[in-house]
């Protein structure tokens, strides 16, 4: 099993940053590519940004330019850092971790929120 374990939300005026953080524990062995997913209220679960072992990033498209992922392998934490803000940035922030063992079987964090305001 893996822990994940976030931090870093909460609220923010548009145009601020904010910066996530998600530490894994336990198996680590069992994950590779570390990202994260946000849920805004009444709108299905995206794919913010993904960062791989070696780095290799991805990011939603309206994302871009505005956050950087990143990660230390030394400590298994993944970082996002998040500048710019607007409304639209507003939801529940969920880390997860790819599971390469188990196809489906992928880990999640708790949640933490993030709440912009004009």
């Known amino acids: 099993q893996v822990q994940l374990a976030e931090s870093g939300g909460g609220l923010v005026q548009t145009g601020g940053s904010l910066r996530l953080s998600c530490a894994a524990s336990?198996?680590?062995?069992?994950?590779?590519?570390m990202g994260w997913y946000r849920q805004a209220p009444g709108k299905q679960r995206e794919l913010v940004a993904s960062?791989?072992?070696?780095?290799?990033?991805r990011y939603l498209d309206s994302v871009k330019g505005r956050f950087t992922i990143s990660r230390d392998n030394t400590k298994n934490t993944v970082f996002l850092q998040m500048s710019g803000l607007n409304a639209g940035d507003t939801g529940l922030y969920y880390c997860?971790?790819?599971?390469?063992?188990?196809?489906?079987?992928?880990?999640w964090g708790q949640g933490t929120g993030v709440t912009v305001s004009s």
């Open positions: 336990g198996r680590i062995e069992e994950i590779d590519t």
């Open positions: 960062v791989t072992r070696g780095r290799d990033t």
């Open positions: 997860y971790a790819q599971n390469i063992f188990r196809v489906g079987a992928d880990y």
